[in-house]
């Protein structure tokens, strides 16, 4: 979910883009959800139980824009587990076309842009601001929820960066962690 432009917007897993109304509550003075509205209609990459590549979706603002982010984690299996292959991903990115109520391909975050993504956060950071490089994607594994639905090929992990120019994942940052151990997340300083 993502606070856009003043409203709240949610993103299924079928990639539709929700928008939720909240209201107060008359007689509590409670936050309650008044409306679910369905903005974009997905057109999703469709993974089945027995595919060998996962998906996972973000949503983060950049630049004004609301961007879903589409991470494909490929797996190979491993008796009854897929587990995913180190190293294995590629990203897609769209833009919401809120005027025509569809996603549109993206193909550079731009010269200062960089995402960092993870399943408890994601945001998007100033790449000129930090004397880095943009047109990159920084991400994590997700451990929590992937167990669900895949093993990892090695015990640890770490921050992995993919390049939007070359379509090549690296891992640039000496920061391992067991899975099972931590629940990995962004830190961003206060605005």
């Not at 003075?29 to 027995?50: E, L, R």
Request: include cysteine.
């Amino acid at each position: 979910m993502s606070f856009y432009q003043g409203r709240l917007y949610l993103l299924a897993k079928d990639e539709n883009l929700l928008t939720v109304n909240i209201s107060q509550d008359r007689s509590t003075g409670d936050p309650q959800i008044s409306q679910i509205g369905q903005i974009i209609k997905g057109d999703p990459f469709h993974t089945s139980i027995n595919t060998l590549v996962k998906k996972k979706l973000y949503l983060v603002e950049s630049c004004g824009a609301l961007l879903m982010v589409r991470r494909k984690v490929w797996c190979r299996v491993e008796g009854d587990t897929f587990v995913a292959v180190a190293g294995q991903n590629e990203f897609e990115v769209f833009k919401a076309d809120l005027e025509h109520s569809q996603w549109v391909n993206v193909t550079t975050l731009g010269d200062d842009q960089m995402l960092f993504l993870g399943r408890r956060c994601s945001r998007a950071v100033s790449a000129s601001q930090h004397g880095m490089t943009g047109d990159h994607i920084f991400f994590l594994d997700d451990v929590g929820e992937n167990t669900k639905e895949y093993g990892f090929e090695e015990e640890s992990t770490s921050v992995s960066v993919y390049d939007m120019r070359t379509g090549e994942v690296s891992c640039p940052l000496p920061m391992v962690w067991k899975h099972e151990l931590i629940l990995a997340t962004w830190l961003f300083p206060w605005d």
